[in-house]
Every structure is written in C-alpha cells, then in structure tokens.
C-alpha cells in the first residue's frame, strides 16, 4: 500500500496510537512532502473503521480531502474532527476556512459558535466569527461580535476594520471611515483596512488620500490586485491618464488576473497606448469572455470603438 518506508512505519503506528497529536502532525507533513494524497486517503478510510473517533485522523483527511478536491467531503470531515474531539481548534478553524472558500458563510458562523462552546476563544477568533456573520448577511450580530472582540483588545486592528466593513454595507461611510482609521493607527501595516480606505476615499472623490493608502497596501502586498485596481482609479479619476497607462507594466510584474488585465486594457485605451491596450484586451477576452464589462466600467465610450468591436466580435 505504502512506496515510502518512513510513511509506512508512521501509518502502522497511528493504528495502535490514535491518540498520539505530534504523529498525526507528522504524518501530516509526511503527506505534505510526498504529494500522496490518494494513498493517504485510503490509508485513512482505513483507519477511521478501526478507530472512528479519532480527531487528528478526521483532520488530516480533511486536509487530504481538500488538495483532492473533493471540498463537501472534507468539510465533513474536518466537522467530524471536531465532533469527536471538542479541543481540535485546527478542525473548527479548517472548516470554516473553507465554508467560507466555498461560499458557505453560515456554515463558518456555525462552526465559530461551536467551538466557543468547547475553547476560550481570543479577539483573533471573535474577529473570524464576525466576518462569517457579515458574509451571512447579519450586520448586527457581525457588529455586535466586533464590539465583543474590541473588549477583549481595545487595539486590534482587525476588529476594528471588520466594524467598519460592515458599516461600509451599511452605506454608513463616516462610520466606516472613522474605524478604518482606528485600524490603521492600532497597525500601520494592516492591508485590508488600506485596501479599504482606497475604495472608499475614491468614492468620495478625496482621491489623493486614495492614492496614498492604495500604495500603501501595495507597498504591504504587491501580488493583491485589489489596491492597484484602486490606485489605478484614482490616477484616471485625477486626469493622469498617461501615468495610469504606465502603471499597469508596473502592476502586471506583480498580478496578471483576467480582471486587471482588463483594467490594464481600459487604462492603455485612456493613455493612448493603443497596441497595448489592444494586446491587453485579446488576452483577457479569450480567456475570461464574461467578464467583458470591466473593459466598459472606466472606459465606456470603447463600446463604439471599431478595435475593440473586432476584438470582441460585436
């Protein structure tokens, strides 16, 4: 069943010590090297029928199960690792990690609740509970855990930009700028909240200030397309259609999504770099056709354009 003898002998023991963590962590990280996931998966059905509550083997199926994915499937199984193992704070937060990556917030929100049952909870938990019960729609019970979090630390900066995220929902922008602020000032280096406080200072024309914090969060993380989509905006929205045009080589070192590449073809458009913004454009369309718009959304004037027209079909 095994090709690796040291995977082999960690398989055989975790049959006669289910209960042993640092082995299961072990094997785990074997797996993780080794790329085996189809023979862990067996070896941990396996397993399981010997030894149906054991936590750490519900877990690292879980994991397996996700790089498989086969995603239903291993939020089952990292919700049997808890269930069997009410202290596995690595299966609660497994499951609503990707509860969330699958689109399930409520699920996330369920899990949180769970283990607050079972774990002291800290303001890092209470931060991740909130942005599940903001995905899931419930802006009070998401500002009501904030506030609960901001208790616990009145500095951090995560739960201060949460509050805010929901008050941006809530087309509440003063409220939501003034916690954004908090967040920043508790950690300079918070990316979300810069990322934000671009989005935001852009749809209150105060571009300059969107600017500086859209480089801020690039400075911070320069492969996230979302703070140069913002910087790129209010270059256009200031007039500097040339410098926008330029930026988009700078940005594409970094990220090469279908959506920027759209944003890079509009900005070209805008700066008179036409071949560029032409090249720009066939890439994206042939691969992401649906996400046309994006081209219109700075630029819509380019649906009478004959190039672009070619380009797309029209």
Same mark, same amino acid.
């Given at each position: 069943m095994f090709d690796n003898w040291d995977f082999k002998q960690l398989a055989q023991r975790a049959f006669r010590e289910p209960g042993n963590a640092q082995l299961f962590s072990t094997l785990l990280l074997q797996t993780k090297w080794l790329g085996n996931y189809a023979e862990s998966l067996e070896f941990y059905h396996k397993l399981l029928d010997r030894h149906p509550y054991c936590g750490h083997a519900w877990y690292n199926m879980g994991w397996v199960l996700?790089?498989?994915?086969?995603?239903?499937?291993?939020?089952? =199984?990292?919700?049997?690792? %808890?269930?069997?193992?009410?202290?596995?704070?690595?299966? %609660?937060?497994?499951?609503?990690?990707?509860?969330?990556?699958?689109?399930?917030?409520?699920?996330?929100?369920?899990?949180?609740?769970?283990?607050?049952?079972?774990?002291? $909870? +800290?303001? @890092?938990?209470?931060? *991740?509970?909130?942005?599940? @019960?903001?995905?899931?729609?419930?802006?009070?019970? =998401?500002?009501?855990?904030? *506030? @609960?979090?901001?208790?616990? +630390?009145? %500095?951090?900066?995560?739960?201060?930009? @949460?509050?805010?995220?929901?008050?941006?929902?809530?087309?509440?922008?003063?409220?939501? #700028?003034?916690?954004?602020?908090?967040a920043v000032q508790n950690d300079e280096n918070h990316v979300a909240s810069h990322q934000l406080l671009a989005v935001l200072y852009n749809q209150l024309g105060q571009y300059t200030l969107a600017h500086r914090h859209a480089w801020r969060a690039i400075e911070l993380a320069p492969d $996230?397309? +979302?703070?140069? $989509?913002?910087?790129?905006?209010?270059?256009?929205?200031?007039?500097? #259609?040339?410098?926008?045009?330029?930026m988009t080589e700078t940005a594409l070192l970094h990220i090469e999504t279908m959506e920027f590449l759209y944003y890079a073809a509009a900005c070209c458009f805008l700066g008179n770099r036409r071949p560029q913004a032409l090249h720009f454009l066939q890439q994206a369309y042939e691969y992401a056709p649906e996400q046309v718009h994006l081209l219109f959304r700075w630029a819509p004037h380019l649906c009478d354009d004959e190039d672009v027209r070619r380009v797309l079909h029209f």
């Open positions: 996700t790089r498989l994915s086969e995603l239903e499937e291993a939020l089952d =199984a990292f919700e049997f690792a %808890y269930l069997a193992q009410p202290t596995l704070k690595e299966a %609660y937060e497994a499951c609503a990690t990707w509860s969330l990556s699958c689109g399930r917030p409520r699920r996330a929100w369920l899990c949180y609740d769970e283990m607050m049952r079972h774990i002291e $909870v +800290d303001s @890092q938990d209470l931060c *991740r509970l909130s942005m599940s @019960q903001r995905l899931a729609g419930d802006l009070d019970a =998401a500002k009501k855990t904030c *506030r @609960q979090a901001l208790k616990l +630390d009145p %500095y951090h900066a995560e739960a201060c930009y @949460q509050l805010a995220a929901c008050f941006v929902e809530e087309h509440l922008f003063s409220q939501a #700028l003034r916690w954004l602020r908090e $996230v397309a +979302d703070a140069w $989509v913002c910087l790129l905006e209010s270059l256009l929205r200031q007039g500097h #259609l040339e410098e926008a045009a330029q």
